[in-house]
């Protein structure tokens, strides 16, 4: 089983990545496919938006059919677009192939989650799902990473390297464990034990009542507005790669450096297994209580955000047209030296810890107040509402950025960009006190269907 859940965590993994690698080589791109800021950003929009939309239909199907006969397509699919990616010679040639990996990307969003969700008990359901969160916060760390750094000169060489990576995961996955629905599910224990399967699946007329019940309608909704910010955060490597440019250092170098202070920056993500574990306390207390850990941080975390925008480079010292293996030691003096540095990792590590208890127990509740053959399509749902903000928050803050750069030369236009975008996080925590008020009642309403279907699959088996 651990097997099983290792490689869930890479396919996971790997889909993040796939999403960070463009806007963290957006410098090179725009100077081998003679193309604009403006149109990469778009791309990267649409991408994301077409990524939410096939994760409604992946994860419909999921709850439908063969999961693991699904993921393994759409690992194929995106492997196979992200390998196209790195063939393009123009921009067009760039959007299609990316607009293939977005495709199968969906897959891995809503399928795996569906499929992960029963390997873990509600007991400790957030600590676990704050692996699975964690995980796509490495993915688009590491993406970031690599990117940034073999992609300074040759964009090509990280894309080939992820479609590489993406068929190992699935080709492992082909020996992981198939579990089966509601597999850690209490109110099911008796009749797994008596070997009974739990054989319930979707059907299209039960459609009306996920998206009416009222933890549901709370929980979808709110990525629309969390993702819009969540969304512009994109751009952080761009904005803190043009920080670098201002201070005089070059392209390449600055694209280096950039990625490696992203990268660095977003340490405060790991936050997520303890913000987790302390929604999965706080849920023993309270049916309330996910909600609430989740309303708390993602505001809290606004005013730590804008100060790290605006937080300038000043005295930095690097050396201009390093390695990696030079700049990366030089980087790590500079955030323990450099008082500025220091300033903005700071911030960043505050701001990302309080976000971090988002997502685990956005997961969490999910699986709390849905059906095992739900969970997957009410995912998807989730995670195309969280794409059109995404995509939204991408999009427009690049087009702000672009828009307002002759007033406000870089850095500056996309510190003011992401500024205006976080504004959305105030909406999003409202939602998480609404889903406080309604979860309890669907909880109870699972757990209670969930108990009625376990006595009766399990008395034949007695008789």
């Known amino acids: ?11 996971a993994s790997l889909d993040n990545a796939a999403i960070a690698l463009i806007p963290s080589m957006v410098l090179p791109i725009r100077q081998a496919l003679d193309t604009s800021e403006t149109a990469l950003g778009l791309m990267t929009a649409l991408s994301i ?3 939410a939309i096939s994760a409604a239909g992946w994860g419909y199907w999921g709850d439908r059919s063969d999961r693991k006969r699904l993921l393994l397509v759409g690992t194929l699919i995106w492997a196979t677009g992200a390998l196209a990616s790195a063939l393009a010679q123009t921009f067009w040639h760039l959007l299609a192939a990316q607009l293939v990996t977005a495709v199968g990307l969906g897959s891995i969003a809503s399928v795996g989650f569906a499929v992960i969700s029963d390997f873990v008990s509600p007991r400790r359901r957030g600590l676990a799902m704050s692996f699975w969160g964690l995980s796509q916060g490495v993915g688009g760390l590491v993406g970031g990473l690599v990117a940034s750094q073999l992609g300074a ?4 060489v990280p894309l080939v390297a992820l479609a590489a990576a993406g068929l190992l995961a699935g080709g492992l996955y082909l020996f992981a464990f198939d579990a089966p629905r509601g597999y850690k599910q209490p109110e099911l224990a008796r ?7 739990y054989d319930y699946r979707i059907d299209r007329d039960q459609l009306p009542e996920l998206i009416t019940k009222r933890t549901n309608v709370w929980l979808v909704l709110q990525g629309l507005t969390a993702q819009v910010a969540y969304g512009s955060l994109i751009w952080v490597p761009l904005l803190y790669q043009e920080k670098i440019i201002a201070e005089g250092y070059g392209v390449a170098t600055a694209t280096r450096a950039g990625g490696l202070l992203a990268a660095i920056f977003q340490i405060g993500a790991l936050f ?16 309330r209580g996910r909600a609430i850990v989740s309303a708390i941080g993602i505001t809290g975390a606004i005013p730590f955000f804008l100060g790290f925008f605006y937080v300038p480079l000043r005295g930095l010292d690097v050396t201009e047209g390093a390695s990696s293996a030079t700049l990366i030691p030089e980087v790590l003096r500079e955030v323990a030296t450099n008082p500025w540095v220091a ?5 960043s590590i505050l701001a990302l810890a309080l976000t971090s208890a988002d997502s685990p127990n956005w997961f969490a509740l999910i699986s709390d107040v849905n059906l095992p053959e739900h969970r997957g399509t009410v995912f998807g749902l989730g995670n195309l509402a969280n794409g059109i903000g995404r995509s939204a928050g991408n999009g427009m803050t690049a087009a702000l950025a672009s828009g307002i750069e002759r007033a406000l030369p870089p850095p500056m236009n996309w510190a003011v960009g992401l500024t205006v975008f976080q504004v959305f996080f105030l909406p999003t925590g409202w ?8 979860s309890p009642g669907d909880i109870d309403a699972t757990r209670r269907e969930l108990s009625r279907r376990g006595e009766a699959l399990a008395a034949p088996a007695e008789d």
């Not at 000169?153 to 090509?156: I, K, P, S, V």
């Open 49 to 51: 938006l077409v990524t």
């Open 1 to 11: 089983m651990l097997f099983t859940i290792v490689v869930f965590v890479s396919l």
């Open 272 to 287: 997520s297994i303890l913000a987790g574990h302390i929604g999965d306390k706080a849920q023993l207390r309270t049916k």
């Open 153 to 156: 000169d040759d964009f090509r």
């Open 431 to 438: 939602m998480y006190w609404k889903a406080a008020a309604t």
């Open 191 to 197: 009749m797994a034990e008596q070997g009974v399967a």
């Open 343 to 347: 300033l903005a990792f700071g911030l």
